[in-house]
């Protein structure tokens, strides 16, 4: 394998594009680091290039020669498992023109040949062959500088795929740090420790891509952007227990819900104390949607107590597990912010299901869980984030306004004992705090005046 660095933009080395400290203060940040395009040019490289960005999950590749198509930043690429089981990251690109490689979302091949002049690739990157050879002075497989570009650095966490070009970047578990234990929980709680990631909802917006991380543990907000779908979810007043997100309705902060700031950019919302502590509390909150009371009455005929437990698993977690700058836990949802352009943004939510590892579920329950599982895609991700998208739009709309150039964060700022750090160094406040803004996007700016060392790598 050889390693290739590459040198940043001459206007980052020699000349910074901003005075970040300028841009970004303790409790506000200027407008241009939404708006400007240069700045979005320069977190491709020091965001979407220097630290460890998620790619995909290993569900979505489990056998030999799986892969799908993804991107790193804007590098489109290619995850596979190749015929050794090694996950890679290939840049999906060919090296003799530039045209992307594979134009599929997913499937299973060994290798990948150009649709422009039919250059063929093997799955590990190494060009197999050329058209007319003879044309070349050369023979060009076998020269390494004619094989695809891989990320350098590809480590998995549990199932979920990450990579880095920054050779200097440390490594996956020492990154992620304190947000693995919330991951682990997230995990744990479904037979085996794992899930199986199914299809997407896929939304687009026109605002930058960092207007959804800093609403992703946002509790200040939820009361007021989705009171509709709150009055949705409990809408029969009947119901012995209030549904969805309905903890949010009066004094949020006065509950035992959190939200905490576990370094390297990452942070974490915890609703769990909310809940009744009590086989079904979890399925209890859940947001109503047609059908869910038959399957429910089923499993209760046919097994009694043990139905409640069945029936958590099929329940959203109420958890927001936010890994920067592109990944959230929530509910049973993976979602995934991918940076379009500084002023659009894919939002992408996968469903997940569960498997019967051991055989205590059966068939027939296995297909009702993870059925009521993907109905759960009806709740929030396609009622509650067509309000988050809508006022990502909004904000990128009110930010045209040059003048007027701050954007405040300082919800809990300088007001004393509001928030603490535990011993482990995590930083923990109320449910409503924007903590966990002021925090990440400390580390957005540490990644912002840093000179990474970014390489790719191509097999030899």
Not at 385 to 403: M, P, Y
């Amino acid at each position: 394998m050889t390693l290739e660095r590459s040198k940043a933009p001459a206007r980052l080395q020699n000349a910074p594009l901003y005075d970040w400290d300028e841009l970004v203060q303790e409790d506000r940040v200027h407008r241009l680091i939404y708006t400007d395009p240069a700045v979005f040019d320069a977190e491709m490289v020091n965001v979407f290039g220097g630290t460890w960005v998620y790619l995909a999950h290993e569900s979505q590749i489990p056998n030999p020669n799986d892969f799908i198509t993804g991107k790193l930043g804007l590098r489109p690429l290619i995850i596979t498992r190749d015929e050794n089981g090694q996950i890679r990251a290939l840049y999906n690109r060919c090296t003799h023109r530039g045209t992307t490689l594979c134009r599929w979302d997913k499937g299973n091949s060994r290798s990948f040949q150009c649709p422009y002049h039919g250059w063929n690739f093997l799955n590990t990157g190494k060009l197999r062959g050329v058209p007319w050879p003879d044309g070349y002075a050369s023979k060009l497989v076998q020269e390494d500088k004619f094989n695809l570009a891989q990320v350098p650095r590809v480590e998995s966490y549990r199932g979920f795929i990450f990579g880095t070009l920054n050779m200097e970047a440390p490594s996956l578990p020492d990154h992620l740090g304190p947000i693995k234990k919330p991951i682990d929980e997230w995990l744990d709680r479904n037979p085996g420790g794992k899930v199986i990631v199914c299809e997407a909802n896929r939304l687009k917006f026109k605002g930058n891509w960092k207007l959804a991380y800093d609403n992703s543990g946002d509790g200040y907000h939820v009361i007021f952007s989705h009171r509709s779908l709150i009055q949705t979810e409990n809408r029969f007043a009947d119901e012995a227990t209030k549904k969805g997100m309905s903890y949010y309705q009066n004094s949020p902060d006065t509950l035992p819900m959190y939200c905490q700031y576990m370094g390297n950019g990452h942070h974490f919302k915890d609703k769990r104390p909310n809940l009744e502590a009590r086989p079904g509390g979890l399925w209890a909150i859940e947001s109503l949607h047609p059908g869910m009371e038959h399957v429910q009455d089923k499993l209760r005929s046919r097994y009694g107590a043990r139905a409640e437990t069945m029936l958590d698993l099929a329940g959203s977690e109420p958890v927001n597990i936010n890994v920067f700058p592109n990944l959230s836990l929530l509910g049973n949802h993976i979602q995934v912010f991918q940076p379009v352009a500084f002023d659009e943004t894919d939002a992408i939510w996968y469903g997940t299901k569960i498997e019967d590892v051991d055989g205590t579920l059966g068939e027939e329950v296995l297909t009702d869980i993870n059925a009521l599982r993907m109905r759960t895609q009806e709740g929030f991700p396609n009622f509650g984030e067509v309000d988050d998208v809508t006022n990502f739009e909004q904000i990128q709309r009110g930010l045209a306004a040059a003048e007027d150039e701050w954007i405040y964060m300082n919800r809990g700022y300088a007001i004393p004992d509001r928030i603490h750090t535990l011993e482990d160094g995590t930083i923990k406040g109320p449910a409503t705090d924007e903590l966990f803004m002021r925090e990440y996007i400390r580390e957005w700016k540490r990644l912002m005046k840093a000179e990474p060392d970014i390489a790719i790598r191509r097999e030899v």
